[in-house]
């Protein structure tokens, strides 16, 4: 069985400050990683995703994720935070085999920008 | 592209009422999937369609959930009958066969229904 835990429900950081929203997760095959991002009132959309390409992920909006397989993470950076980031961030994993992708999410994390 | 569409987008119905809720996946989209969103239970995967047949349906929670795909563009997820309990936001979500392996597909997401059973 595949998880991922993610750190943290609540993360508050000052406008312009580091975003830094940890996942770490748990698979007995060589996992595929997401996150997505949920504004208030609607559905879910992909920021990035890791498929065993390049370990340093970028994504849209300025993030971008790091896969750690010595530390089973892959933790989601922004460098300096904008008002408009404020939004609930899930990271997902799914596996190699199945015949679609059969996405197990995290609790989620609410992220607060602060002036 | 309109996205994945859900309707209705909000519902409001009394206990022990038929809830039917619809999705149209994006175009060329082969997987299908219902997810539920709770405060307390996140989101949680229901049933999966692949090329309009249900894969896996072990987190539809009883029997009174169902799920059907009669076709490519269309799916419903009906309550029958619903409880309080079931008050939660239901997501459809759809992708692609894509190049490279299924497991690395994205997941297109309509905007929710929000059910509240009274």
């Known amino acids: 069985a595949q998880s991922v835990t993610q750190l943290g429900s609540h993360v508050s950081v000052s406008e312009g400050a580091l975003v830094l929203l940890r996942c770490n997760y748990s698979?007995?095959?060589?996992?595929?990683l997401f996150w997505y991002v949920q504004y208030p009132n609607q559905g879910l959309q992909l920021l990035l995703k890791?498929?065993?390409?390049?370990?340093l992920v970028k994504g849209i909006n300025g993030f971008e994720a790091e896969f750690k397989k010595s530390e089973t993470s892959f933790h989601l950076t922004k460098p300096s935070a904008h008002m408009s980031d404020a939004a609930e961030y899930f990271c997902?994993?799914?596996?190699?085999?199945?015949?679609?992708?059969?996405?197990?999410f995290g609790t989620g994390t609410r992220l607060q920008v602060t002036l | 592209d309109a996205g994945v569409i859900q309707s209705p987008r909000h519902e409001v119905t009394e206990m022990g009422q038929e809830v039917t809720l619809r999705c149209k996946p994006i175009?060329?989209?082969?997987?299908l999937f219902w997810y539920r969103q709770t405060m307390m239970r996140g989101l949680e995967l229901l049933i999966y369609?692949?090329?309009?047949?249900?894969?896996?349906d072990s987190g539809m929670p009883e029997d009174r959930f169902s799920a059907k795909m009669p076709n490519a563009s269309f799916s419903t997820l009906k309550i029958q009958p619903s409880e309080p309990r079931d008050s939660a936001v239901y997501f459809c979500?759809?992708?692609?066969?894509?190049?490279?392996?299924?497991?690395?597909?994205?997941?297109?997401f309509g905007a929710g229904s929000r059910l509240t059973v009274l």
């Open positions: 979500a759809s992708s692609s066969p894509g190049q490279g392996r299924a497991g690395a597909n994205v997941l297109t």
């Open positions: 698979s007995s095959v060589p996992p595929y």
């Open positions: 890791y498929t065993s390409a390049a370990t």
């Open positions: 997902a994993v799914s596996g190699l085999s199945g015949t679609a992708s059969k996405l197990t």
């Open positions: 175009s060329g989209h082969n997987s």
């Open positions: 369609f692949n090329n309009n047949v249900p894969i896996d």
